[in-house]
């Protein structure tokens, strides 16, 4: 059979992989004011910073009548000190952050919308140093200023019931925003930029950023990779890269380290 | 490869030679892929069992029918196997990728897509050209199915062709 039988093959491959790449880089291609429009229609279905704080608020609510708040002299101070290294840098931010610690066994965190964060004690029992939670908090902020939480919340009950919410909403409704961040299943993209916001804010606040690493690596050596509790952090089986990544995140030449001071083990016993 | 075909190949059947059961039997096997694909959109594969059924019962009928009936299921596979890998493709963004999709997934999509349209309008149009008993070629497969079925290095044997025992003589004048 002749070669220009199969170079007609060739010809039909080569044809299909062009316009698959052609497609797969259009956007790119797009006119400015198309790609304007398209952003502009994206952010439509974002919530105002007033309405965000709203939100927050009500499904707090809600999760504080599941959880009973800790409170604990040393715990809080550990914790402050924590919040107090990160307050001059997202001080600058849109968000005032909320920092609490309820009592529960799980090695879990949350992250709700305007800037609130929950903390387990389960989790902060499990944390070796002071840093792993720092970088867990840290990791958490980068959730939320990237506006991941409010972004899956539009995604998965739609923005009408979160409008609901943030008209009054009732409890049902906020219920259910409530269970799904407690989930706290993000994409892989959305971890891996926290991870890099988070890596960023503990440079600047002067801890290593391979505390998160050293997070993810003690859980690991625990082998609770896919216990249930760890949801939050081990969504995706890419933990050993995360692991590198924070091992090289890049630390600028005039990094100094300062160590936070908490007593971890009296913190943790203090639970 | 025109002007050697005469000797290389079997001559090509004309309209008027080809009777109107065949037409519709070559015509056929680019319809019954339509309701096929209806069938299996769900798992892009039956279409494709349906394609190689209809071509093993029907290829030994003629010369006009084999070549339309391979030259279908012979397109087939390559859509099909580009649904799959769409099939696959989304699954794993479902299961595993929480929703998450690529630029390149869309353009995979569109593409596909693309395919599966330009497949769709070539088999509309190769089925209306069978029922006229005209042929129509593919890109690629139309070459090459007609390389399959005319060579004369194929050794294929048709309904009513070969194996003929000569009894009825005329007489002897």
């Known amino acids: 059979m002749s070669k220009r039988v199969w170079f007609d093959f060739l010809k039909l491959a080569v044809g299909f992989v062009l316009i698959w790449l052609l497609f797969s880089n259009l956007p790119d291609y797009l006119p400015e004011s198309w790609a304007e429009r398209i952003a502009i229609e994206t952010n439509d279905l974002t919530l105002s910073g007033q309405d965000e704080e709203k939100l927050g608020e009500y499904i707090m609510e809600n999760l504080l009548d599941e959880f009973q708040l800790l409170e604990n002299p040393t715990t809080d101070s550990a914790i402050q000190e924590i919040v107090n290294r990160f307050e001059p840098i997202i001080s600058n931010s849109p968000y005032e952050y909320n920092i609490m610690v309820v009592k529960h066994d799980q090695i879990n965190a949350i992250t709700l919308p305007g800037g609130n964060i929950i903390l387990f004690s389960g989790l902060i029992e499990f944390a070796e140093s002071p840093e792993e939670v720092a970088a867990v908090l840290a990791h958490e902020i980068g959730h939320v200023e990237e506006r991941h939480i409010v972004n899956k919340l539009l995604a998965e009950i739609g923005l009408t019931l979160v409008m609901t919410i943030v008209t009054g909403g009732d409890a049902t409704i906020i219920h259910t925003a409530a269970s799904t961040l407690l989930s706290n299943v993000f994409s892989r993209s959305q971890e891996a930029e926290a991870d890099q916001t988070g890596m960023k804010l503990l440079v600047q606040a002067q801890i290593y950023p391979k505390a998160l690493g050293s997070f993810f690596n003690h859980l690991n050596e625990q082998d609770l990779d896919y216990n249930e509790n760890l949801e939050w952090m081990m969504t995706h089986p890419h933990n050993s890269n995360r692991v590198e990544e924070s091992e090289s995140f890049p630390i600028p030449s005039d990094f100094k380290p300062i160590p936070l001071e908490a007593n971890w083990t009296r913190v943790r016993q203090a639970i | ?173």
């Not at chain 2, 015509?27 to 209806?38: D, E, N, P």
């Not at chain 2, 769900?42 to 006009?64: D, G, Q």
């Not at chain 2, 012979?74 to 799959?84: A, D, G, H, K, V």
């Open chain 2, 1 to 173: 490869m025109i002007e050697n075909s005469q000797s290389i190949y079997y001559p090509l059947p004309q309209p008027n030679e080809i009777p109107e059961r065949e037409r519709e039997d070559a015509m056929g096997s680019y319809l019954m892929m339509f309701a096929a694909v209806a069938v299996a959109l769900p798992l892009p594969i039956i279409n494709l069992v349906a394609a190689v059924a209809y071509y093993m019962v029907n290829r030994r009928k003629s010369r006009f029918i084999h070549f339309h009936t391979l030259q279908s299921l012979l397109s087939q596979i390559p859509t099909t196997l580009l649904n799959w890998g769409l099939l696959i493709w989304a699954a794993q963004i479902w299961f595993f990728d929480h929703l998450e999709t690529t630029n390149y997934f869309w353009g995979y999509l569109i593409t596909v897509g693309l395919a599966n349209l330009l497949y769709f309008i070539f088999s509309l149009l190769a089925a209306y050209y069978a029922r006229k008993g005209q042929m129509y070629y593919f890109i690629f497969f139309g070459k090459f199915s007609y390389h399959q079925v005319f060579s004369r290095t194929k050794s294929f044997k048709y309904e009513g062709e070969g194996d003929i025992t000569i009894e009825n003589q005329p007489p002897k004048m």
